[in-house]
């Protein structure tokens, strides 16, 4: 079993900055990518950005390429969101996620099978 606590959301005008944290505990065996999706109210939930087991490999959406940047902890059972330059429509639940043999430039949801509660974000106009 393993456990997945986002922590970081909030409020933020337009053109702001967050920083989101994800950290994993209990059975988290061997190699496994990690990722951050997102779901608007109304809306599917949507890939956003994953990050390799070594860290040196990243993937993102063409919504938020250059603008956001996922990077992974030292002891490899964290991972970051760092969130530039944001925009209303970024405005959604942001859920990190967990999932072993990951293409990540192909990544689904299907793809992760362990998930955290989502932390909101919401930015204002």
């Known amino acids: 079993q393993v456990q997945l606590v986002e922590s970081g959301g909030g409020l933020v005008q337009a053109g702001g900055s967050l920083r989101l944290s994800c950290a994993a505990s209990?059975?988290?065996?061997?190699?496994?990518?990690m990722a951050w999706f997102r779901q608007a109210p109304g809306k599917e939930r949507e890939f956003v950005a994953a990050i390799n087991w070594t860290g040196r490999r990243t993937h993102y959406a063409d919504t938020v390429e250059g603008r956001f940047t996922i990077s992974r902890g030292s002891a490899k059972n964290a991972v970051y969101l760092q969130m530039s330059s944001l925009k209303p429509e970024d405005t959604a639940v942001y859920y990190c996620?967990?999932?072993?043999?990951?293409?990540?430039?192909?990544?689904?949801?299907?793809?992760?099978?362990?998930w955290g509660q989502g932390t909101q974000v919401t930015v204002s106009s």
């Open positions: 209990g059975r988290t065996f061997g190699n496994y990518a």
């Open positions: 996620a967990l999932g072993s043999a990951v293409d990540i430039t192909i990544a689904t949801s299907d793809d992760f099978g362990s």
